[in-house]
């Protein structure tokens, strides 16, 4: 006998693997998250907790025109019908569509503390009240006459729209922003009326380019204003991929005061700027001072935002200034374009303007063929409880004979006056006043009225161009509604890109004598003031000094790496002068093997001499060694096994070259023997039978070579047993020259 097949046992041990589990687990996770959270549907513009916290209070009947409502009871019934996730994401979603600076047009009218631009949080949801906008209104319209598909909610108790009709261009207008598995999305907020001239133009154009679109939606326009700089050029592309960012600016103004006193007046910042935040940074670049031309930052806000920025004097620059803020602080942003949304299918995707722009006209052509197929059913229904009526009414008496006198009068109204069901049904629920010679003339005039619509309708379904002009009235009432008045005005103001402000850095700090210095280990500090060689510092135990020099906050610090690349660091973003300072490793990538051979204060324009332990060098330029990066520029090529040891300055009119070994042989030559080149290896300047190349210097003959010790500074002009050619060995220096073989060794 054959073994049934029987269905596995449900309580029966399976064995799966682990990859196997978690792929199939974290997939279902991300579809959830991708589908049924964090992207817009392209058609209505909405996430599903935004879709039904508009349906929950559509269905509590919180229209415009009717009172507010607790914003506890909106989140109960969406989280007990629709939406089963935390109350609190459910109410923090509910305030984001109230709060004006978040949203370009409101989908939910407040009532109570609902959060401010200064970041501050709304009140509790107990405290709060709501009630849906027009905007909202428009987005819900016609639910009930079957233009959009229901489901079943996440128990099957009731049911909820699977997208909303959405007479309003949601996606565009209000923008949406969320991150998903693998995905985000990022679409600002656009002007309503420029949205509905771009949709007015596809429709008589459906082959329209992104370029035409862009012209027609040049920008997105925030709900906290700005000033829009992005290149033209960007802004297209954008549009045409679906992908960008826009810069924006906070807008100001110079406002003047007396005797030629100014200051500056920000009454737009940047969207999702936080005021508190911004003032806090401003604050603290001031107490960093790093920004030498600011005195003071005043928040004199009340309604409207009203930043007040205080010069240093009436000197200053206001253009400069402004330059600066936007540079160090989120006066100006980069907004983030990536229109990643759900399609009709519910499959993600990016599009552009052009097919976002079409997916919403799709699916306002679907709304209307459904409209109209869900009224034409109700007109047919309701034309045959008319003819019922007129049919009755050639004979009045007969019918009320029969109710009289018939126990089950519908069939024989049924035979009397061959009526459907549905008419009989409907004359004997009929009131007997309606019974009037006035009654019987309003159901003709009534079922005139419904005929004409009912060829009306089946004209429209049959020609696709008066559905077309039907959609483009609709849009066109749109823009009157919500893109006229004081708040439909566009506020964020387009502007050509700012010129390039060549901002000397100098301006960026305030000018302050430091002393820079770096021990032998390699950790380096600035401290205040120029403080003497001799004074004693403190240092790591087993550390000691090694470089000491006097500069400005404001000046450029070049290091020279055995490695034989220089570096350059600001002087104002070395450590304080507190505590020990910090390893120079870790401001520039400089390796474990290798160390600081020499450092000095950029000053520019200058030439350096290079030098290496084999005893070769060049002059070059100070200009061309500075590096813009952490992995600074390669400025000696050396061999392997030999280290860079020095550079200095060449001064002005310097016509002779001193070199020193680590043998102790001092040789001097005409400077003019030097190449100057920008990299390389150089020529030799000194031979060393053991040793090598300790330091160099350049000097003019006439005045004396100078070097410095622990007791003073020495001159020696009798330098003629010294001069030679080039390349030779050099002999002992004078009485009294550094042990050290350095010329500065004080």
Known sequence: MAALDLPPDPGAVQDVSLKDALAERYLSYAL?????????????????????????????????ASGFKKCARV????????????????????????????????????????????????????????????????????????????????????????????????????????IAVGMATSIPPHHVGEICDALLHLIKHPQARADKLAELVPGPDFPTGGVLVEPRQSVIEAYKTGRGSFRLRAAWQKEEGKRGTWQIVVAEIPYQVQKSKLIERIAELLGEKKLPLL?????????????????????????????????????????PLNMNVLDANNRPGVMGLRE????????????LR?????????????????????????????????????????????????????QAEAILNMRLRNLRKLEEMEIKQEHDRLKK??????????????RWAAIANEIREVKKSFASGKDGKRRTRLADPPPAVEVALETLVEKEP??????????????????????????????????????????????????????????????????????????????????????????????LIFAAGDGRGFIAPEDEVVAGTRQGKIVLNLPAGVEAVTFAVVPEGADHLACIGVNRKLLIFPLADVPEMTRGRGITLQKHKQGGLSDVRAFKLKEGLVWRNAQGEFRETALRDWVGARAQAGRLPPKGFPRSNKFDNG
């Open 356 to 367: 976002v722009l079409r997916a919403f006209l799709d699916h306002r052509h679907e709304v």
């Open 514 to 607: 430091v002393t820079v210095i770096c021990s032998a280990k390699g950790w380096v500090r600035a401290m205040k003031g120029h403080v003497a060689a001799d004074q004693d510092l403190q240092f790591k135990e087993g550390d000691g000094p090694r470089f000491h020099l006097h500069a400005e906050t404001t000046d450029k610090l070049l290091v020279l790496g055995t490695n034989g690349r220089c570096y350059t660091l600001a002087c104002d973003k070395l450590p304080g002068g507190r505590g020990h300072g910090e390893p120079i490793r870790l401001m520039v990538e400089l390796g474990e093997a290798e160390d600081v051979a020499q450092m000095m204060a950029f000053k520019g324009g200058r030439k």
């Open 32 to 64: 959830s998250t991708i589908m049924a959270r964090s992207l817009p549907d392209v058609r209505d513009g909405l996430k599903p907790v935004q879709r039904r916290l508009l349906f929950a209070m559509r269905e509590l009947r919180l229209d415009p």
């Open 453 to 466: 619509e009912q060829t009306g309708l089946r004209g429209l379904l049959k020609d696709e161009d008066k």
């Open 370 to 422: 459904r409209a109209a197929k869900h009224r034409l059913a109700e007109i047919a229904r309701r034309l045959e409880i008319l003819d019922g009526y007129l049919i009755v009414y050639l004979d009045i008496d007969k019918v009320i004979r029969i109710i009289r006198r018939e126990d089950e009068p519908k069939p024989a109204l049924i035979k009397a006056f061959k009526l459907s069901e549905v």
């Open 75 to 178: 989140v109960g019934d969406v989280i007990g019908k629709f939406h089963p996730h935390g109350d609190q994401a459910v109410y923090e979603a509910l305030v984001r569509l109230a709060q004006d600076f978040a949203v370009r047009y409101p989908l939910v009218e407040g009532q109570g503390n609902f959060g401010n631009i200064d970041g501050d949080n709304a009140a509790a949801m107990r405290y709060t009240e709501a009630r849906l906008t027009a905007v909202a209104e428009a987005l819900l319209a016609g639910l009930d006459q079957d233009m959009v598909d229901f489901r079943p909610t996440y128990d099957g108790s009731e049911h909820e729209p699977v997208v909303l009709p959405a007479r309003f261009p949601n996606l565009l207008a209000n923008g949406a922003a969320g």
């Open 295 to 335: 005195a003071d930052v005043r928040d004199e806000s009340a309604e409207d935002v009203r930043l007040v920025l205080a010069p240093k004097n009436r000197e200053v620059d206001a253009e400069v200034l402004m330059e600066h803020l936007f540079r160090l602080t989120d006066l100006e942003t980069r907004v």
